[in-house]
Each structure stands twice: as structure tokens, then as C-alpha cells.
């Protein structure tokens, strides 16, 4: 095999050792995507963006190879699998000092273990479904009874949605590099 498609782990590319055609038009995607995104803006950029742009990049593989479905959704499971391992890896390394904390990381971790980068989603409503069980977060109601479970509902979300943005940017910025899967 003589192509290189970087946006596939390099142990993934046996498997399509012989869609050379296909591979190169994916490639040609990632590249050009890449010089679109590039250029947008990080800063205050929201987890909904951000995870839009990952869609754009899904979406324009898949119109790559158009007339190869089974080629497109591999590789579209693949960097969707890549990515959603990596966030749950970087959520995985969150601080949980405080229980609030340990909320935020449990709710994130369980978004990103579902997250469809091909699908458009409502991050704060996939957040708020994500969020465990008001009853584990009763803790922090007992040291305080006058904390409101519905207020502290709404301040994990916002927090949650704060936080999952800085995951996502992180997985962008790799998306972004001439090798996003080295160095893992």
C-alpha cells in the first residue's frame, strides 16, 4: 500500500489496504478540512461548535467516497471511536477533589462514552442525561441543606459544558495536527 491517510491510526490501515482510490479522496477530505478549520477561532468557541466542526470533517469524508458507504462508515467508526476513546482518557485525568467535581467528571465521562461525532446533538442535552443520579449528588445537599437540587443540577450542567469545550478542544487541536494520532 502506497497511500497514507492520516487521519486513520496507523494500526487501523491493514484493513483497507486495498481502497488506495478511496483512501486518497479521504485524505484529500481531512486536508482540506483541515485548511477550513485552521484558520476558525478557539477561543470562547462552545463544545456545539466544536464538536459541528468534527461532524463537517465526518460528513465530508463521507462525500469523499460516495460511492463506497462501507469505506466512509469504516473510517467515520474509526475516528469516532479514536476520538471518543481520547476524551474519556482526558476526562480520566480531571481533578475530583471537591463532589461537585467528581459529578462533573462522571457526567462527562459518560457523554463522551456515547457522543456520536457524526450526529447533530444538543451537548447540553446530552449532558443533562448524562448527569448521574440526583441521589448520588445528595452529599453535598446533607453538608448544606439549603443547596437546591435543581440549582445544583443546573451548575454541574453549565460547569459539565464548560469542561467537556476544553476536551473537545484539545481532540480538535489533534484533529488538526499533521499527525493526530501520534504521540497518544
Same mark, same amino acid.
Given at each position: 500500500?502506497?497511500?497514507?491517510?492520516?487521519?486513520?491510526?496507523?494500526?487501523? #490501515?491493514?484493513?483497507?489496504?486495498?481502497? +488506495? $482510490?478511496?483512501?486518497? *479522496?479521504? @485524505?484529500? !477530505?481531512?486536508?482540506?478540512?483541515?485548511?477550513?478549520?485552521?484558520?476558525?477561532?478557539?477561543?470562547?468557541?462552545?463544545?456545539?461548535?466544536?464538536?459541528?466542526?468534527?461532524?463537517?470533517?465526518?460528513?465530508?469524508?463521507?462525500?469523499?467516497?460516495?460511492?463506497?458507504?462501507?469505506?466512509?462508515?469504516?473510517?467515520?467508526?474509526?475516528?469516532?471511536?479514536?476520538?471518543?476513546?481520547?476524551?474519556?482518557?482526558?476526562?480520566? #485525568?480531571?481533578?475530583?477533589?471537591?463532589? +461537585? $467535581?467528581?459529578?462533573? *467528571?462522571? @457526567?462527562? !465521562?459518560?457523554?463522551?462514552?456515547?457522543?456520536?461525532?457524526?450526529?447533530?446533538?444538543?451537548?447540553?442535552?446530552?449532558?443533562?442525561?448524562?448527569?448521574?443520579?440526583?441521589?448520588?449528588?445528595?452529599?453535598?445537599?446533607?453538608?448544606?441543606?439549603?443547596?437546591?437540587?435543581?440549582?445544583?443540577?443546573?451548575?454541574?450542567?453549565?460547569?459539565?459544558?464548560?469542561?467537556?469545550?476544553?476536551?473537545?478542544?484539545?481532540?480538535?487541536?489533534?484533529?488538526?495536527?499533521?499527525?493526530?494520532?501520534?504521540?497518544?
Amino acid at each position: 500500500m502506497n497511500v497514507w491517510c492520516p487521519i486513520i491510526p496507523v494500526e487501523n #490501515m491493514r484493513e483497507f489496504s486495498r481502497q +488506495e $482510490k478511496g483512501l486518497r *479522496k479521504i @485524505t484529500d !477530505a481531512y486536508y482540506d478540512w483541515c485548511a477550513a478549520m485552521r484558520p476558525k477561532p478557539l477561543v470562547g468557541t462552545t463544545v456545539g461548535v466544536l464538536l459541528d466542526r468534527i461532524r463537517m470533517l465526518m460528513i465530508n469524508m463521507g462525500i469523499a467516497v460516495g460511492q463506497n458507504r462501507e469505506l466512509a462508515e469504516a473510517v467515520q467508526k474509526i475516528v469516532s471511536e479514536k476520538l471518543r476513546t481520547g476524551a474519556v482518557q482526558i476526562v480520566s #485525568m480531571m481533578p475530583t477533589e471537591s463532589s +461537585e $467535581k467528581k459529578a462533573i *467528571k462522571k @457526567t462527562l !465521562a459518560l457523554f463522551f462514552a456515547r457522543v456520536k461525532f457524526t450526529r447533530d446533538i444538543d451537548p447540553a442535552e446530552e449532558i443533562r442525561t448524562s448527569m448521574p443520579d440526583p441521589a448520588s449528588l445528595i452529599s453535598q445537599q446533607e453538608t448544606n441543606p439549603q443547596v437546591d437540587l435543581m440549582e445544583l443540577r443546573r451548575s454541574i450542567t453549565k460547569r459539565s459544558l464548560e469542561e467537556s469545550a476544553n476536551v473537545v478542544k484539545r481532540l480538535y487541536v489533534r484533529l488538526l495536527s499533521p499527525d493526530p494520532w501520534g504521540d497518544e
